[in-house]
Nanobody, 115 residues
């Protein structure tokens, strides 16, 4: 399985960005896709997850500002990020989980929020 993430960049505080992650390959059923992030000197943390049945989960810090959605036909997940804050600055990683506890990560895309 390959995960191709895109959409990161530099944005001013209060602005918006949309991340995309396209999955390709794989023989087993996908259980979920999501986004994690890792800031400088911080541990990687879950940002948002969407399961195969459309259930979503968000970190408390992004609730009401970020929205995760998926396009099953395109095997793509999106993360719409609004009202961005300085503390949202991080490398964002796409994640996909499949049957048999198989897990894959994208290459990471940098989001920088400036004041």
């Amino acid at each position: 399985v390959q995960l191709q993430a895109s959409g990161g960049g530099l944005v001013q505080a209060g602005g918006s960005l949309r991340l995309s992650c396209a999955a390709s390959g794989g023989l087993f059923s996908r259980k979920s896709m999501g986004w994690y992030r890792q800031g400088v000197a911080k541990q990687r943390e879950m940002v948002a997850i969407i399961t195969a049945d459309g259930t979503t989960e968000y970190a408390d810090s992004v609730k009401g500002r970020f929205t995760i959605s998926g396009d099953n036909a395109k095997n793509t997940v999106y993360l719409q990020m609004n009202s961005l804050k300085l503390e949202d600055t991080a490398v964002y990683y796409c994640n996909a989980q499949y049957e048999w506890q198989l897990e894959y990560w994208g290459q990471g895309t940098l989001v920088t929020v400036s004041s």
